[in-house]
């Protein structure tokens, strides 16, 4: 039975593992955040288009470590093309994290104290902010002004 349990892996205690819905107001579009956590709850994560970040309010009872897969539809990290780096601070104080990438999401680990109430994830950029109604007004537009300009040059000539 030992040999089972060391060659399975043993899971830390009150570790908990599941996914948590996200959803944009201003969109309306929803992502699933995979997450893992030991010593802590997650009580709510939210969108914050201002500071391009990603909120995660918590309740800690212990220190513990918190993984996340964040989809990069949802919250990225950009220079040009190239990935850049994720600020994360846990209580507002910047803090050290291991992260992997993968072509559609990007997953972080960051330790997370005892009585910590909150983790911040920033970023380049967080959830489009476009839509798909800004899209549509822009072509609108585009059409609009080269209909304009066509009819406006032919008076000329």
């Known amino acids: 039975m030992t040999s089972i349990a060391l060659s ?20 309306g579009q929803s992502f699933q955040v995979g997450y893992g956590i030991t010593g802590a709850t997650i009580n709510d994560i939210s969108v914050s288009p201002q500071d391009t970040s990603l909120i ?14 964040l ?20 209580d507002g104080a910047d803090t050290d994290f ?6 559609t999401d990007r997953t972080i680990t960051v330790s ?6 909150q983790v911040e994830v920033i970023g380049t950029q967080v959830v489009p902010e476009f839509g798909a109604l800004a899209s549509i007004v ?3 537009a585009i059409i609009s002004i080269i209909a304009v300009t066509a009819k406006t040059r032919l008076r000329f000539t």
């Open 8 to 27: 399975i892996g043993v899971a830390p205690a009150f570790a908990q593992t599941s996914t948590y819905t996200v959803k944009d107001a201003q969109s």
């Open 56 to 69: 995660i309010s918590l309740t800690s009872t212990a220190d513990g470590n918190l993984t996340m897969t």
């Open 71 to 90: 989809p990069r539809a949802l919250i990225d990290a950009k220079d040009g093309a190239n990935d850049d780096q994720f600020f994360v601070l846990v």
């Open 98 to 103: 291991a992260e992997n990438k993968t072509p």
């Open 112 to 117: 997370i104290p005892q009585d910590t109430s």
């Open 138 to 140: 822009m072509v609108i």
